[in-house]
């Protein structure tokens, strides 16, 4: 069974400009949830979807967002990047949207440098 | 509102010594607590789980977790580390239902030969 799927793998941007993130979960699975993880901060819950809703959403400006498609993939989107949208953003998918009794399976991350 | 607290940023032990990483809590409610690990380029891998059951919980790879409710604490232990355990290891918290999880800042476990 394939892990949950992250692409890209690296990705570099100005300052100003957009960026897409995508994931793929664990087939079958419903439930994709994202974080940003940096040094300062550590990991940090931007927000979860569950069949194509959002059902939870972080602390973060209105400049991050995200989908869900009826596949269950998942994409979510900053735009305006400032200096400080540096990080690496975790996926994570699981078969239901209960936090206490799903496993999270994490994907490897997408590494988002903004220059 | 939850939160973790892990004691330590870095932990360094000898191969085949215990090892101790420290977590206490706070939770205005009764928490689930997690551990998770995350090994370099690589996913966070879900170690163990407390969610009201057993207050001690054993997890994959030799791991184990007491909770303690007078202390507020979670800490991960194992009998002896080994090397393939160097990694980066994170306590969560969370409440009930779908509420998001709450990490901690994490531990870095460096294992020496």
């Known amino acids: 069974k394939a892990g949950v799927t992250q692409t890209p793998r690296y990705l570099i941007k100005t300052r100003g400009q957009q960026v897409t993130l995508s994931c793929s979960p664990i087939s079958g699975h419903r439930s994709v949830s994202w974080y940003q993880q940096t040094p300062g901060q550590g990991l940090q819950f931007l927000f979860e979807y569950f069949s194509e809703t959002q059902r939870n959403k972080g602390n973060f400006p209105g400049r991050f967002s995200g989908r869900q498609f009826s596949n269950s993939r998942s994409e979510m989107n900053v735009s305006t990047l400032e200096l400080g949208d540096s990080a690496l953003y975790l996926c994570?998918?699981?078969?239901?949207?209960?936090?206490?009794?799903?496993?999270?399976?994490f994907g490897s991350g997408t590494q988002l440098s903004v220059l | 509102a939850q939160s973790v607290t892990q004691l330590d940023s870095h932990v360094s032990v000898s191969e085949g010594t215990p090892v101790l990483l420290r977590c206490n809590y706070s939770s205005s409610y009764s928490p689930s607590l997690f551990w998770y690990v995350q090994h370099p380029n690589k996913g966070l891998q879900l170690l163990l789980k407390?969610?009201?059951?057993?207050?001690l919980v054993k997890g994959i790879n030799g791991f184990e977790a007491e909770f303690k409710k007078s202390e507020t604490s979670f800490h991960l232990t194992k009998p002896s580390a080994h090397m393939s355990d160097a990694a980066e290891y994170f306590c969560v918290v969370t409440r009930s239902g779908n509420t998001p999880l709450v990490f901690g800042k994490g531990t870095r476990l460096s294992v020496i030969a």
């Open positions: 994570a998918s699981s078969l239901d949207s209960s936090t206490v009794n799903e496993k999270l399976f």
């Open positions: 407390y969610t009201s059951a057993a207050t």
